[in-house]
C-alpha cells in the first residue's frame, strides 16, 4: 500500500535546450518536395509537482520554446510560406516514480 506524503508540494524555474525537427511536404503543385529542417531550442518554464507519496509525484509545467534559428519553407516560384515563430508555448505534466 503506498503512504500519504505530507509537505510534498515543489515548485521551481526550469531552463533547458532541446533539438527539434521541423518537416514540410508540398502538395496541390505539378512538382511537390518535403523537406526536414533540424533546429535547436532553448526552453525557459515554471514547474511544479506535488508528491502524492514517498515514491510518486504528479507534475505539471508551462513556459516559451525558443528556437536559436528560424527556417523558412518556400516553394519554388510563389516564394515563402512558412517560418518559425519567435517563441512558442510549451506544456508539460505526468507522473515521477521517485527510486531510493
Known amino acids: 500500500m503506498l503512504a500519504p506524503h505530507r509537505g510534498g508540494l515543489d515548485v521551481g524555474p526550469c531552463a533547458g535546450v532541446g533539438l527539434d ?58 516564394g515563402f510560406v512558412h517560418r518559425l515563430p519567435v517563441a512558442s508555448v510549451q506544456m508539460s505534466a505526468g507522473a515521477e516514480l521517485h527510486f531510493p
Open 21 to 78: 525537427m521541423v518537416s514540410g511536404q508540398g502538395f496541390g503543385a505539378v512538382s511537390t518536395t518535403s523537406t526536414t529542417i533540424w533546429t535547436v531550442t532553448s526552453t525557459l518554464a515554471a514547474m511544479g509537482a506535488v508528491r502524492l507519496t514517498e515514491r510518486l509525484s504528479i507534475h505539471a509545467g508551462a513556459g516559451a520554446l525558443i528556437p536559436f534559428a528560424r527556417p523558412s519553407f518556400v516553394i519554388e516560384g510563389p
